[in-house]
């Protein structure tokens, strides 16, 4: 099927570039796909894939960064390829040649990501049974649903490729109610976490997945939404006595994350992730004491390989916590 609808859009490329709505659905989708064909048997998919892809980037650039800060992603996961990789270098050090109105990938790390876009990596079937998991089974008897999802859609080695999107697709655009949220029905962040468990086999997916949760954290805003970053903030919480590697691994990531993820913007993201710790205490989603005590933990489980990464953030926190606490209601 993706083989002959790449065909299918080649063969009609003028029309598709007629499409401004498309372009960008297409290049999502496309650029979603290509990470999984790095193999030798479907090499040649992958060529034209990317030659479409590029293609469009380079022809239409402005109608693609439509997607929004996904598309930062997506590019990365594919930059080992010579063609994405020359595309960054122009992104990074010649935007204008992709557009006059391109003026850096700043402008491209602020704009958010339509939930569109997001959705459309979910087929229908996956979409109705995250949503009953998360607004219908309660929290203690999810079990035997987790493994009739799991039998059903992720018991294949390639399956698993899609729990990144599915981690997306959980922090992006399923916002339980407030009724959901006071009741006893499974939260958002134990799926996240039984998703994640589920990829710790494959330690590429794993980076991906782990990503797909945080990747709000890099380029929130003031204007962004909380429950975006709702989830990775509750599973590092709730895996603190219980699953403690959980918390430390998540923990050693978004460290490591902030200062390599993205070099030209890294005081962009710095600022960003403590804005979204800012916004978390500030809106009680856990208490400023167990924020403290994980980034404490994160810096006694690695020892000083990271202290200079999360030595910064612990500061920030304790102020922030000092802040709250002084300020009167």
Not at 16 to 27: F, G, K, R, T, Y
Not at 185 to 206: D, H, M, Y
């Amino acid at each position: 099927l993706v083989e002959s609808l790449l065909h299918l859009l080649l063969d009609n490329r003028s029309w598709l570039e007629s499409q401004p709505a498309l372009i960008d659905s297409v290049l999502y989708t496309y650029l979603s796909l290509i990470p999984s064909h790095f193999t030798a048997k479907l090499a040649a998919l992958r060529e034209q894939e990317t030659g479409l892809c590029v293609s469009l980037l380079r022809s239409k650039f402005m109608d693609c960064i439509q997607i929004g800060r996904d598309l930062i992603r997506l590019l990365q996961n594919v930059a080992r390829i010579p063609e994405f990789s020359e595309l960054w270098r122009d992104i990074l050090q010649f935007p204008e040649r992709l557009s006059p109105h391109f003026t850096g990938i700043l402008l491209l790390a602020t704009k958010r990501t339509s939930r569109r876009f997001i959705s459309g990596r979910i087929t229908p079937e996956l979409e109705i049974k995250l949503n009953f998991l998360l607004s219908k089974v309660k929290f203690g008897q999810h079990k035997k649903y987790q493994e009739w999802f799991q039998k059903k859609h992720l018991s294949s080695p390639e399956s698993l490729e899609m729990i990144p999107e599915l981690i997306r697709y959980i922090c992006c655009v399923i916002h339980p109610t407030n009724e959901i949220l006071g009741s006893d029905i499974l939260p958002r962040w134990a799926v996240v976490g039984w998703l994640l468990s589920l990829c710790q086999v494959n330690p590429v997916i794993s980076s991906f997945a782990k990503l797909a949760l945080f990747y709000d954290w890099l380029f929130y805003s003031e204007s962004d939404n909380i429950m975006n970053i709702e989830p990775g903030i509750l599973l590092m919480h709730h895996s603190l006595r219980s699953h403690h590697v959980m918390t430390a691994s998540l923990l050693d990531f978004i460290c490591r994350l902030i200062p390599s993820y993205c070099p030209a913007l890294d005081k962009t993201v710095e600022c960003s992730v403590k804005m979204a710790l800012t916004d978390i205490l500030q809106k009680g989603v856990v208490p400023y004491v167990v924020m403290i005590y994980m980034f404490i933990l994160c810096l006694l489980w690695y020892h000083y390989i990271w202290y200079y990464v999360c030595c910064p953030l612990v500061y920030i926190v304790l102020v922030l916590s000092t802040h709250c606490l002084t300020t009167p209601n």
